[in-house]
């Protein structure tokens, strides 16, 4: 073969792939535009980097537009996440307390929580690359534009045939890894307005941190 063509050949590769990327992102995009309701069920392993521990759990998502998440952690210990249209709620049963936060913790383009429900203009957030297939998956790493403490890097494993979210993994600043796996999705979910509220059951403790400076939760959301 020419070296000259040989060359051209390879431009058209290095080209391509990028292209591929922002094509897949944008389809991406494009589908979860038309999704007004999700539910699905999640199995989520949390790996602690300094300690080398592990920890699993599974549970259901539920979300509606614009951007109402429940978040039900089953096993191994029951906790749910609420992000409603006045306030963000983190019950723990078992305890029975609960943690009251501003909504405005979830609008930051960058937070997993909009990531997860495909409410982030990855093209606008995010650098993508396309690393290849992983079985019937493809691929996308996002590296932040404007890294946070708990995302750094991201990878996603998107179904190129459906262009839904399968896998994600996210990295925090300290190389901490959650990632989270999604089964029996259902885009065309039925979702109530009362399925994002919250009232806190008689004895249960409510520490409301709407009004404190820097509003942060005890731990990342969804994490």
């Not at 494009?30 to 699993?56: C, V």
Request: charged fraction near 25%; proline fraction near 6%.
């Amino acid at each position: 073969m020419p070296l000259r063509y040989l060359c051209v050949c390879l431009l058209f590769l290095l080209c391509a792939l990028p292209a591929r990327a922002a094509s897949l992102a944008e389809r991406l995009q494009q589908k979860y535009a038309t999704i007004n309701a999700m539910q699905a069920d999640f199995t989520q392993t949390l790996l602690h980097k300094e300690s080398g521990s592990t920890e699993k759990r599974s549970g259901t998502l539920l979300f509606k537009k614009p951007l109402l998440v429940r978040w039900e952690t089953q096993k191994p210990s029951p906790e749910l996440l609420i992000v409603g249209s006045n306030a963000i709620w983190n019950v723990f049963p078992n305890e029975e307390l609960v943690y009251k936060y501003s909504p405005e913790l979830a609008q930051d383009s960058r937070s997993i929580v909009r990531v997860v429900t495909g409410q982030t203009r990855l093209d606008q957030n995010f650098f993508v690359e396309e690393e290849g297939k992983d079985g019937s998956l493809v691929k996308l790493r996002l590296y932040p534009k404007e890294p946070t403490q708990s995302l750094v890097e991201a990878l996603l494993w998107v179904d190129p045939e459906a262009d839904l979210i399968k896998k994600l993994r996210v990295y925090d600043f300290y190389g901490n890894e959650n990632e989270i796996s999604f089964s029996s999705q259902n885009i065309a979910a039925t979702a109530k307005d009362a399925d994002f509220s919250y009232k806190a059951p008689k004895g249960f403790v409510v520490e409301d941190r709407t009004k404190q400076t820097d509003g942060k939760p005890q731990k990342p959301l969804m994490q």
